[in-house]
């Protein structure tokens, strides 16, 4: 995936247009996790909603393994913030309701639904609704239903943004045991500095907008496969963090200062 000089701008209702992204350049490999942090409205989520298709640049080209993206990203699958299931079908029916409306029937859809499930966790969970789930399990039927279509992408807008810490840290932990197992492309979008490291090959940080743009990447010289609450407690861990912090949190209290400006 290949974002080159990417420039996003929006009509402002008062007049004039607001540029939210600016000349970003992002070049992600077949196989590779890479982590973008920011402060918050600097354009993370823009980042990957252009790279979906769901947004086009106002400038600059997006690539797809080799092809121009001119419609949406078939290639990737996104995995929201906000919970993206029916809360009328079950765990079961919501993991495999992708395949179902591709045209996989529906006897041969379920019990790869099932498998999935399984996969995350979720076996003996198939005829739960998602009211009757907790929050990480939410994710986990939201993590199944998107992997069950096998994307060569990975979009993820933070993903785990919403749960406890001890919650957190077993989705991370999860992710990178299904990651590891099919090394998909992964966009990985978060707040959390740690997280980015600990889950990550590379942290792409962005400054605070107007026209937002990469200001720093960063290769993470932890071994595979990790444990996060282990790396943690990794010298090379809080190395890293430590370089990193110290351009990010500039960008950090500039964007906060906007925000009360504002």
Known sequence: MALDDVQ????????????????????????EFVAIVGPTGCGKSTLLN?????????????????????????????LFQADALFPWKTA????AIGLETAGTPVS?????????LKRVGLGAFGDRYPHMLSGGQRKRVGLAQVLIRDPKILLMDEPFGPLDAQTRQIMGNLLLDLWNADRKAVLFVTHDLEEAIALSDRVVIMSAGPAAHIIGDWQVPLKRP?????????????????????????????????????
Not at 8 to 21: E, H, P
Not at 22 to 31: F, H, I, P
Not at 92 to 95: I, R
């Open 8 to 31: 996003v701008a929006f009509r402002l209702a008062g007049g004039g247009t607001y540029t939210a992204v600016e000349r970003a350049s992002l070049r992600v490999a077949d196989g």
């Open 50 to 78: 252009i790279a979906a298709g769901l947004l086009a640049p106002a400038a600059g080209t997006v690539d797809i393994f080799g092809a121009p993206l001119t419609t949406l990203n078939r290639q990737a699958g996104y």
């Open 92 to 95: 079961l029916e919501n993991v």
């Open 108 to 116: 041969e859809a379920r019990p790869r639904a099932h498998e999935w």
């Open 226 to 262: 990790r444990d996060i609450s282990e790396v943690k407690l990794d010298e090379a861990f809080h190395d890293l963090h430590r370089d990193i912090w110290h351009k990010l949190k500039a960008e950090v209290v500039k964007g906060y200062a906007m925000t009360e400006g504002a």
